[in-house]
């Protein structure tokens, strides 16, 4: 290992690219073929290092570093020699290329030239750096003594290194020997006691599988044992145990089927006690978590299947196929003349499909409420924890998603395939939504039925671990997430049928109505086609009635078309002139607005009959027709507002003409007055005695009518009452008539109601104001209807007349008329702005007589002023 270290002769001549910083050139290569020595030009020259290189000792002097000097001048090189400082310098093609362009002597004296050139310029690097060469040798003997102590040292540590591994290796190896040994040992010793264990269990395993099914479980605990010892070794080819590992195998096999048979069985009846052996049996065998995985998809793959079978076209189509086939290729379709076959068809699949699907969700359910309630004797754990430990969702909520999922879509492919199909559950929508409704109701009362077999079934020691379950009252899905709704998960998949039913239901309701209202027609329908518009509307109702939701959903197809009629009608109303006149017989619009009013009538009493016929019908549908049926009559009431406005106004226009009329006249001497009543009473009383035979007669709606024509008869009777209270100056003879005009105004208004007495306040304040006529001031001020019954503005008005023509009424101070005083009435209805009004007359007064200095009031001013104080006060 040891290499000579060659001694250095001679200056080294630093002639590569890498030389010292000097600025040196580098110098040409030779030519090719010559061999470079020692000191060559074409090597490269190291650079200066310490002699105390990393890991190496000192030894000897240090040789001072190198000192830059000044670089010698040197002539600049021509362009000629600039290709021999490229790296990729060939000398061939240089020659090559030197050969062809120029004289071969005249290239040669360039290049003896630059060599010469070269020459005196190492020499002047040498001569300038001799000092610094010199130091460089004397260094690189030092190191060659400093290697080869190095090396002699490196010797000595290999030596001592081999006497320690002869040391160590012998032992070592022992140890691996032993090791491997014991290894083996404990190996064989874990061997044999699997295989003692493995022939005691298996023995015990005869045993418990002569029990039966009583000694099942045990059994199940003894394979889970027996498959324990047997992981993470090969126990094949040991002859001792090859018939017990055989044994072994079928026993798994045998208990495990036992156990499916139990299970079936058990779910099948309802009985937890089988069940709850099965599901033991799975647990002691380690395959309870897969077995039960196994059981619900098994359930949703037959009931994929039965979903299929049941909307199967071909299937449903068979009978008439078997008469008369088509040929091949054509679609399997019913016949016009067997529809009614199809269909019948199509629901006793559905029928049988609904069954299968309650019978498989009452067996996982009765198996989850199993697994929810058994424990394992040993380690007390619940079964339903080994399946949800995963955060996995309950078996019922993951059965229950595969088969609302497998309805949808198989309902959707399968409609989507037929157009028989697709109108069949359309058009007998509400059939399909009873038979899920059914199902829905009738996998809630499994609940209960499970439940009371748990609690009345089942052997005594399983009785004893599931006897402590409590009432079950909550939902059957268990763990379900909080916005999944399961009812709504089933129904899901009807939702493209039940939109179309209900816009078939709207174009059924739709149509007749359209039909009785053609373009340009004048006339409202006839009785016979709102009888036909009724029964649609009833029919409707009366089909949808098999779910709330759905009768929700029509219900507010009712509405619309109650408001298509509404709006139908409305455009039948007439709103000219004519419509409101009170002079003469009946128009042709008042008419035409009479008989659509009585239409509007009795498609408002009709279908108000229907709901309240209607079993079991949800407030909010019941809400939502209502609601349509006001707007109905709110339309009724616009369709005759203008008759009772004319006759309002006429009324008014009537009763204002009693201040035509002379009430200034004494008492006659017979004490009587001279004629019943006065004319304009007479004339009202025949007015409004024509008016209900000529105009309100002719409305069918009595109830309607007189629902409005009593608010004009309590108009009346104030109106009546205002200008009464006006009349001035009201003499004796006045007073008379006026009082049997008051007992006339009963018998006027008695046409506007079903009885006078039914006019609440108004006809109170009537009863009440006949007897103020005769009494005194004092008397009025006093009387106890005065506030409650009457209004204190209205007192006042009547002591007007009482007072001198210098207390002037309220309407002569302000200069109006009558009729513009009625009508600011009307329009400031507030007590406290007629009481302010009736002051002003008052205070206008005592200004008039401090004015003319008199010296003393009229004697009914303090009783008014009193009244005024009361009146006000009782405001605030």
């Not at 007439?574 to 017989?585: E, F, K, M, N």
Request: with cysteine; proline share 6%.
């Amino acid at each position: 290992m040891q290499q000579s270290i060659r001694p250095y002769t001679g200056l080294p001549f630093c002639t590569g690219r890498s030389g010292w910083k000097g600025g040196l050139q580098p110098t040409p290569p030779r030519r090719a073929g010559s061999e470079a020595g020692p000191g060559a030009q074409g090597s490269p020259c190291p650079a200066p290092t310490s002699l105390t290189g990393k890991g190496f000792p000192h030894v000897g002097p240090e040789p001072p570093p190198l000192q830059r000097r000044p670089a010698v001048p040197r002539p600049p090189a021509t362009e000629c020699y600039a290709d021999f400082f490229r790296e990729d310098f060939d000398v061939k093609a240089y020659t090559s290329q030197s050969i062809h362009q120029a004289v071969i002597a005249e290239q040669l004296a360039k290049l003896a030239q630059g060599i010469s050139q070269l020459d005196k310029e190492l020499h002047l690097q040498v001569v300038a750096r001799h000092e610094d060469l010199l130091a460089q040798a004397t260094g690189i003997e030092s190191l060659e003594g400093v290697l080869q102590m190095m090396q002699t040292r490196i010797g000595a540590l290999q030596s001592t290194v081999d006497r320690i591994r002869v040391k160590i290796v012998d032992p070592y190896n022992k140890i691996v020997s032993r090791t491997a040994q014991l290894a083996k040992l404990q190996a064989a010793c874990d061997l044999l006691r699997r295989i003692i264990r493995i022939l005691y269990l298996s023995k015990r395993l005869q045993g418990q599988l002569q029990g039966g099914s009583r000694e099942i479980t045990k059994a199940a605990q003894s394979l889970n044992e027996l498959d324990y010892l047997s992981q993470g070794i090969d126990l094949s080819g040991i002859e001792v145990i090859e018939n017990e590992l055989l044994f072994i195998a079928r026993a798994r096999l045998e208990v495990e089927n036992q156990a499916k048979r139990l299970l079936e069985q058990g779910v099948e009846t309802q009985n937890p006690t089988q069940v709850g052996t099965a599901l033991q049996v799975f647990h002691n065998l380690g395959t309870l978590k897969d077995t039960i995985a196994n059981v619900v998809d098994g359930y949703c793959t037959v009931l994929e299947e039965n979903i299929k079978n049941a909307l199967d076209i071909k299937v449903l189509t068979q009978p008439s196929q078997s008469i008369t086939r088509g040929g091949p290729g054509r679609a399997a379709m019913p016949t016009p003349g067997n529809t009614a076959a199809f269909r019948a068809a199509l629901w006793t699949n559905m029928e049988k499909l609904m069954d299968q699907i309650c019978a498989a969700c009452g067996q996982v359910q009765h198996l989850q409420k199993v697994l929810t309630k058994k424990r394992d004797p040993v380690s007390h754990v619940c079964f339903i924890e080994e399946i949800v430990k995963d955060r996995q969702s309950d078996i019922l909520y993951k059965f229950w998603t595969a088969v609302t999922q497998t309805l949808s879509s198989q309902f959707q492919s399968a409609t989507d395939s037929s157009m028989f199909l697709k109108q069949a559950f359309e058009g007998e929508y509400p059939k399909l939504l009873r038979l899920y409704n059914d199902l829905w109701k009738r996998l809630q009362q499994y609940s209960q039925n499970i439940q009371r077999n748990f609690n009345t079934s089942g052997t005594t020691d399983l009785f004893a671990e599931l006897q402590q379950m409590e009432e079950d009252t909550q939902d059957i899905f268990m763990q379900k997430p909080q916005d999944y709704d399961p009812e709504k998960a089933l129904k899901d998949s009807l939702q493209q049928y039940e939109a179309a039913y209900l816009s078939k239901s709207l174009s059924r309701l739709f149509d007749p109505i359209n039909l009785v209202f053609p373009p340009g027609g004048r006339n409202p329908p006839s009785s016979d086609e709102l009888d036909s518009i009724i029964k649609t509307v009833a029919s409707e109702l009366n089909v949808a009635a098999v779910d709330p939701d759905l009768s929700l959903a029509v219900a507010k197809n009712v509405a619309k078309t109650i408001q298509l009629y509404s709006v139908k009608s409305e455009q039948l109303l007439s709103t000219q002139g004519d419509a409101s006149q009170v002079i003469g017989p009946l128009t042709e619009g008042q008419r035409r607005n009479v008989a659509v009013v009585n239409s509007l009538y009795k498609l408002h009493q009709s279908v108000l009959k229907v709901i309240t016929n209607q079993s079991s019908f949800p407030a909010t549908a019941e809400q939502t027709v209502t609601t349509a049926l006001k707007a109905v009559h709110d339309l009724m009431g616009s369709a005759v507002q203008p008759l009772l406005n004319s006759v309002g106004d006429s009324v008014e226009a009537i009763i204002i003409t009693m201040h035509q009329e002379d009430f200034s006249g004494s008492l006659s001497s017979s004490g009587k007055p001279d004629v019943p009543c006065s004319l304009y009473m007479k004339e009202l009383q025949g007015f409004i005695a024509r008016v209900m035979s000529d105009y309100f007669r002719h409305f069918e709606c009595f109830d309607f009518v007189f629902d409005n024509t009593e608010a004009m008869a309590q108009r009346a009777i104030e109106l009546f009452i205002r200008n009464a209270s006006l009349i001035r100056p009201l003499g004796e003879g006045g007073k008379m008539r006026l009082a049997a005009d008051f007992a006339q105004m009963e018998l006027a208004v008695a046409p506007l109601c079903r009885r006078v007495s039914d006019l609440g306040k108004s006809y109170r304040q009537l009863r009440s104001f006949r007897p103020l006529l005769f009494q005194t001031s004092e008397h009025i001020a006093s009387s106890p209807a005065l506030g409650e019954v009457i209004p204190f503005s209205i007192i006042l008005q009547f002591l007007f007349t009482r007072a001198p023509p210098e207390l002037k009424s309220p309407f002569q101070r302000a200069e109006w008329s009558i009729a513009r005083y009625s009508q600011w009435l009307d329009d400031h209805p507030s007590e406290k702005d007629r009481l302010a009004l009736i002051r002003g007359a008052l205070e206008a007064y005592v200004q008039s007589v401090r004015t003319r200095e008199g010296k003393e009031f009229a004697p009914v001013y303090p009783i008014m002023v009193q009244l005024l104080q009361k009146a006000m006060s009782t405001l605030q």
